[in-house]
C-alpha cells in the first residue's frame, strides 16, 4: 500500500518486491539467513499496466495552433513559453527533452524542414533528489544508453518559431529556453501557459482533452501515424516500432475506408 492506505500500482508493487528480493538474497549468500523466505511466499501476478493513449486524451488537435497563438500573446514571456510548447507539439519531443535542448543542436535553415538532434533530458525531479540541487535533473534520453542522440526533422513552421525565438532571445547558457537568471524553465509555468491558451482555445474541451503539456507530444503521434510509415513515427519519438503501436495505434483505427482505397491501389489485379 501507499503512505495514505490505497493500494498501490501494479509496476510499484513488483518494482518494491524486486528489490527487498535481492536484499533478501544477499542476506543468504552472507549467511545471515538460510534463504529468502520470500521465495515461499506466492503473490498474485502484477496485471500489465495500460500503455494506450486514450483517443479523449489526444482531443482535437487541429485547435492546437489556435491555443498556441493565445499563449504567444501572453504578455512579455508569452513568444518564449509559446516556442517552448510548439517544440513539443511539432517535434514530438518530450518536455524534459525541449527543456534540455541546446541551441547548437538545432540546425534552423531559412527555409524547409530543419533538424533538432536530442541527446539531454531535464525531467523535474525536486530539489531534494538531483545531484545538482536544481528542480530538473541532467539526464540522458529516456530509456537509452548514455550519449545517444535522436535525430528529429522539424517542420518548417517550428523552424520558423525556433528562428524568431533566438533572434528574440539572449542565449547566454546555451540552452535555448531559460528563466531570466538562466535556468530551465519551471514546468509548473510552462503547465500554466498551456492550461490558459487550451481554455481560450478550447472552452468546450473535455477536462482530459490536452490536460497536459505532455499530451501535445501524443497529440503530434496520433497525426504522424495518419501520414508515415510507423518505423519513421517511432525513431522521431524515441520509441521502438512495437511500443509505438502499442500505444498510439488504437487511435487511427477509424481511418480503415482510407487504409482500405490505399491498400487497394497497392494490390495488383
Excluded at 46 to 60: H, I, L, Y
Excluded at 138 to 156: E, F, M, N, S, Y
Excluded at 215 to 233: F, Q, Y
Excluded at 236 to 260: A, K, M, T
Aim: net charge positive; charged share 25%.
Amino acid at each position: 500500500t501507499n503512505l495514505d492506505g490505497t493500494p498501490a500500482a501494479p509496476t510499484v508493487r513488483t518494482r518494491r518486491r524486486a528489490g527487498l528480493s535481492k536484499i533478501l538474497e544477499h542476506a543468504a549468500a552472507e549467511g545471515h539467513t538460510p534463504g529468502s523466505v520470500l521465495r515461499t511466499i506466492k503473490v498474485r501476478k502484477a496485471q500489465r499496466p495500460t500503455e494506450q493513449v486514450s483517443r479523449s486524451v489526444v482531443g482535437d488537435p487541429s485547435l492546437i495552433p489556435a491555443a498556441l497563438a493565445h499563449v504567444r500573446g501572453m504578455g512579455k514571456r508569452g513568444p518564449k513559453f509559446a516556442a517552448f510548447l510548439s517544440t513539443v507539439f511539432y517535434a514530438g519531443a518530450r518536455p524534459s527533452e525541449v527543456a534540455a535542448l541546446r541551441l547548437e543542436h538545432c540546425h534552423l535553415p531559412e527555409t524547409g524542414w530543419g533538424v533538432l538532434t536530442l541527446s539531454k533530458s531535464a525531467a523535474t525531479a525536486g530539489t531534494a533528489w538531483t545531484d545538482s540541487g536544481e528542480v530538473r535533473d541532467d539526464r540522458g534520453l529516456k530509456l537509452r544508453a548514455a550519449g545517444d542522440q535522436r535525430r528529429v526533422p522539424i517542420h518548417p513552421r517550428l523552424v520558423n518559431i525556433l528562428r524568431e525565438h533566438v533572434a528574440d532571445t539572449d542565449i547566454k547558457s546555451g540552452l535555448l529556453f531559460t528563466s531570466r537568471s538562466g535556468a530551465t524553465l519551471n514546468a509548473s509555468e510552462v503547465r500554466e501557459f498551456w492550461h490558459a491558451g487550451r481554455a481560450a482555445a478550447m472552452p468546450d474541451a473535455a477536462p482530459e482533452a490536452l490536460a497536459r503539456v505532455y499530451d501535445l507530444r501524443h497529440a503530434a503521434a496520433s497525426l504522424w501515424l495518419r501520414s508515415a510509415p510507423v518505423g519513421v513515427v517511432a525513431a522521431r519519438l524515441g520509441h521502438s516500432p512495437e511500443l509505438c503501436l502499442r500505444v498510439y495505434h488504437h487511435i487511427i483505427e477509424g481511418d480503415e475506408p482510407r487504409w482500405n482505397t490505399a491498400i487497394e491501389q497497392a494490390m495488383p489485379v
